[in-house]
């Protein structure tokens, strides 16, 4: 796996070549697809490097700033060329396919090799519980746009996402505080730890260094969004909620995968579950924030189907962790739900 995200770097560079010199639009957005997803990985091992150093504190935050870096620069690209409907797709794909693909593939990877597969219940429902107030905060601008025809619609919508967006953020740094303070025996995991491996100034340099390179080909990557949709016939809104978010979690979702193949289902379930859950609640009331620098600021109003995408996902995974078990077939369900709901963004006009 380490030798695939290694060859998988040579992208970069062929990414800037071909910028260079002009190759087509669609090439150019697979290359920096690919060349994305080991950038993502060295950003969160830099990350988990700094924050093994740091303390749990300090770390949870490192966590949550860097954890989702490579959605956050992708989202304010995007954001930038007016793409702002797209950039929600993401939003609303990344948390779906956090919860049906990664949880999925997880908890069916995990299943094959081991009958039954325990996890600790209250975490896992904390998170979820956490993801369902995230589904509320998101819900609510939306019916208010559609319930009431008679407000200042841009002025009163953009002024309450401001709101719901400070209030998420203070709910997910008041998680934080909850998993790495309060609460922490929840979700200190019994397998050995080996540390820090990277010295802090290494650290600090590839996660610099991996940061500019995502950004860089962030920029490359959302001005072929228009091209490829033209090309391939491909929605925006297919590009935004399948492409875009695998994409930017393709390395977190291999760490889950593996996590649970290891018989640490706990590690894959904070993996998967709590990087839906920092999406919604803090990588999403960023940009909402940071967009209103920007000639076209980002609300938190969702089209129906992606709410109906995200909403559904969420209470099939309440139930699903609900009993402190896994196994292979509840890993199956929850990768057939992926594909219908991404078959049916596919086919959405």
């Known amino acids: 796996m380490q030798i695939f995200f290694i060859a998988l770097l040579l992208f970069t560079p062929m990414t800037v070549a071909g910028s260079v010199f002009g190759l087509s639009p669609s090439v150019l957005f697979f290359f920096s697809a690919l060349a994305i997803v080991p950038l993502a990985k060295l950003i969160g091992q830099a990350t988990e490097e700094l924050s093994s150093r740091s303390g749990p504190a300090l770390g949870g935050l490192l966590n949550a700033t860097f954890g989702n870096a490579t959605e956050l620069v992708i989202g304010l690209f995007a954001i930038r060329e007016k793409l702002v409907e797209v950039v929600k797709a993401s939003l609303a794909g990344s948390i779906v396919g956090n919860l049906l693909l990664v949880l999925g593939t997880a908890m069916f990877a995990g299943g094959v090799r081991y009958k039954t597969q325990t996890f600790n219940r209250t975490a896992a429902l904390a998170n979820a519980s956490t993801l369902l107030l995230a589904v509320i905060a998101m819900t609510i601008p939306t019916i208010f746009f559609q319930t009431d025809p008679s407000i200042s619609r841009s002025v009163t919508i953009e002024s309450l996402s401001l709101l719901v967006s400070v209030l998420m953020m203070m709910t997910y740094l008041a998680s934080v505080w909850f998993a790495l303070h309060t609460h922490v025996h929840l979700f200190t995991d019994d397998t050995d730890n080996d540390g820090a491996n990277w010295t802090v100034t290494r650290s600090i340099t590839i996660l610099l260094i991996a940061t500019l390179a995502v950004a860089w080909m962030s920029d490359i990557l959302v001005r072929s969004i228009e091209p490829v949709a033209r090309v391939f016939g491909w929605t925006q809104l297919f590009i ?76 099939i995974v309440n139930l699903v962790v609900g009993d402190g078990e896994s196994n292979w077939f509840e890993g199956l369900q929850l990768l057939v739900a992926y594909a219908i709901i991404a078959a049916a963004f596919f086919l959405h006009s």
Not at 259 to 277: C, E, P, R, V, Y
Not at 281 to 301: C, E, H, K, R, T
């Open 240 to 315: 935004g909620v399948v492409v875009v978010a695998v994409v930017g979690n393709v390395a977190e979702h291999a760490s889950a995968i593996l996590m649970a193949a290891k018989n640490q289902m706990d590690l894959a379930l904070q993996l998967s579950i709590g990087s839906a859950t920092q999406i919604a609640m803090f990588a999403a009331p960023v940009l909402v924030l940071a967009s209103i620098w920007f000639p076209q600021p980002m609300n938190l109003v969702f089209n129906t189907f992606e709410l109906a995408a995200i909403i559904l996902s969420v209470l």
